[in-house]
T-cell receptor, first 113, second 115 residues
């Protein structure tokens, strides 16, 4: 039982490049989330999904796109990276019940130069 | 809309002394409250939650938290801190009236436990 797995762990991009962050969970969770973590700002929700084939915007969705073609996978895409997207990105998943805690991956550290 | 405040950026405590990390919240409905811990270069780990019932909630690694509805607080506590408790702690809240259950995180409190 691996939990939530994120790839890659680290990445350096140049401004304007694109990339996809991969997230996989093996807990059969309905909900999946992408957060970014920046110093002093806690975690901010980028996009989330309440089920296969459905996605929705969070607090800071601009510059990002997501897809959830399979229940266990949630992909985060950056079409044209900007320095403001330098951050640590976390994927999380949970059951649909509101009292269910989130399970987090170990993060992807992205630097955009 | 829900919100969470962690008033202290950092808490310093000597090993063996009691540890308290403060959290206050605001929701429209009833709160579901959570504490998470983050060690360096790792994701957040769930510590404990309050849903309903007893105001004192016990969680992992000897931590507990006290829910106070009148003060809208959910402070994290540990009777005797360990050096290994040094980490970043996040409080989070969900509003039970929210249709999909968005979880709002506080900014985090860095805990430093000195030997």
């Amino acid at each position: 039982n691996a939990g939530v797995t994120q790839t890659p762990k680290f990445r350096v991009l140049k401004t304007g490049q694109s990339m996809t962050l991969l997230c996989a969970q093996d807990m059969n969770h309905e909900y999946m989330y992408w957060y970014r973590q920046d110093p002093g700002m806690g975690l901010r929700l980028i996009h989330y999904s309440v089920g296969e084939g459905t996605t929705a915007k969070g607090e800071v969705p601009d510059g990002y796109n997501v897809s959830r073609l399979k229940k266990q996978n949630f992909l985060l895409g950056l079409e044209s990276a900007a320095p403001s997207q330098t951050s640590v990105y976390f994927c999380a998943s949970s059951y649909r019940q509101h009292n269910s805690p989130l399970h987090f991956g170990n993060g992807t550290r992205l630097t955009v130069t | 809309a829900q919100s969470v405040a962690q008033p202290e950026d950092q808490v310093n405590v000597a090993e063996g002394n009691p540890l308290t990390v403060k959290c206050t919240y605001s929701v429209s409905g009833n709160p579901y409250l959570f504490w998470y811990v983050q060690y360096p270069n790792r994701g957040l780990q769930f510590l404990l939650k309050y849903i309903t019932g007893d105001n004192l909630v016990k969680g992992s690694y000897g931590f507990e938290a006290e829910f106070n509805k009148s003060q809208t607080s959910f402070h994290l506590k540990k009777p005797s801190a360990l050096v290994s408790d040094s980490a970043l702690y996040f409080c989070a809240v969900r509003d039970d009236g929210d249709s999909w259950g968005k979880l709002q995180f506080g900014a985090g409190t860095q805990v430093v436990v000195t030997p």
